[in-house]
């Protein structure tokens, strides 16, 4: 390869990395993801998504930490293969997708105007980039002084 073919590949890859700050889902989605959320992952995870018993909450600073610079596929199947805990891998690839928006939407991610695909390698080129700061939304920020 030449150097101006490695360039040029290298440049479509920068290019193509997205993280969830670039408006990677659409209101619609995240209302829909709502709904989803409220009849398969509430009454586990809570209607505030706070978490309840062993399942974690999925709007704080743990749940940032811990998928912060993780591609979303690595969400997404997560989700798809394990969630809900009492029927796993009953949801299909489009809710999953849809509940996804909705936790983004809640982490106070902003939406865009194309929806989040529901293909796990679509979902390979977009990063997880946890809110910082007082972006936090309903994730609750501890200062120490």
Do not use: N
């Not at 709007?59 to 029927?87: H, Y």
Request: glycine fraction near 6%.
């Amino acid at each position: 390869m030449t150097r101006t073919a490695i360039a040029a590949v290298l440049l479509m890859a920068v290019a193509q990395a997205r993280t969830t700050r670039d408006g990677v889902y659409t209101e619609a989605q995240a209302k829909r993801g709502a709904d989803v959320y409220e009849k398969a992952c509430a009454s586990c995870h809570a209607p505030d998504l706070s978490g309840s018993g062993q399942a974690p909450a999925l709007a704080d600073v743990d749940f940032a930490k811990e998928w912060d610079a993780q591609p979303l596929s690595d969400l997404f199947e997560r989700i798809r293969t394990t969630m809900p805990a009492d029927a796993p891998g009953t949801l299909k690839p489009a809710e999953v997708a849809d509940v996804m928006a909705f936790l983004l939407s809640k982490a106070q991610i902003p939406a865009g105007s194309t929806e989040l695909p529901s293909d796990a390698a679509a979902l390979k080129t977009i990063t997880y980039a946890a809110p910082k700061g007082d972006d936090f939304g309903t994730i609750p920020v501890v200062r120490l002084r």
